[in-house]
């Protein structure tokens, strides 16, 4: 279990930073006296209420900026967009500091967290928000949430900062990545790369094979970068989780499927991790996306 121990050292830190606050609440330097007690704050981190005219919701984003990017004004930088931003968000914004510690294995890059309804819980927003099918009435906004995005997030992310709209990432894990899926079969040219992780490909009774099926049969290519990966003990009776699905295998098949489309613009790597269930999986999944999606040149 070596890859425990650094994944919930991970969940440890982002449990501290949850409190993300906004752009205009830094954390004072150093040299000034903090207030006892106070909130651990995550600094140099940006938080944006980005509305949604259609349904009436708000919702935050958080943004963290490069370290580059006062001192590059003319660069332009990939943008990676993480749902599930309350934990998901300073997860990875500490992982690309970690593994750039002896030179850049990560290219820089804008980090926006896709976070939740304001005063919904994340349960309830992330069960409508990241489905693609209706089984209940708390289900299936997964299509409309994916049109909010596309209309509202991504132009102010790239009318406020210097985005390259031709590089943006998505990033889901669990739901995320299921919705992630939904957008691939939908508008993939959406994303240019989409790390997958542990997408619960089991909801609605499989529903999202027969999209793929459907998207397979109307188009000869899927011109994106797609990384997923799947914890080893994500099964029924693996005594790590337990869960209901066969999640490890409705990976494979997935695998399996998207290979022998032969689509020509598609590249896909897929990889089981070992010893982590669905729980522990996250942060080391981030890492081996973001390795594979956005190398840095050492």
Known sequence: MQTLGWAMALVGAAILAGCTVPADAQAPPPSKARVEGAPYVLADTQVWTIPDPVSGRRYEVFVSLPSSYKSSPERRYPVLYVTDADYAFPIIRLITRRVNLNGPRVEEFILVGLSYAVDESGMASRARDYTPVRINDRTGG??????????????????????????????????????????????????????????????????????EEEYARAHTDLRARVYTYIGEYEFPGSGALNTRYDMVADSARFEERLRSRGYPGLTLTHEVLNDEDHLTVAPRGFTQGLLALLPGAE
């Open 142 to 211: 997964g299509a409309a949430y994916q049109a909010y995005l596309k209309a509202e997030v991504l132009p102010f992310i790239e009318d406020r900062f210097r985005a390259d709209p031709s590089r943006r990432i998505l990033v889901g894990h669990s739901y995320g990545g299921l919705l992630g899926a939904q957008i691939l079969f939908s508008e993939p040219e959406l994303f240019d790369g989409y790390i997958l992780g542990s997408p619960s490909f089991w909801f609605g009774d499989h529903a999202m094979m027969r999209t």
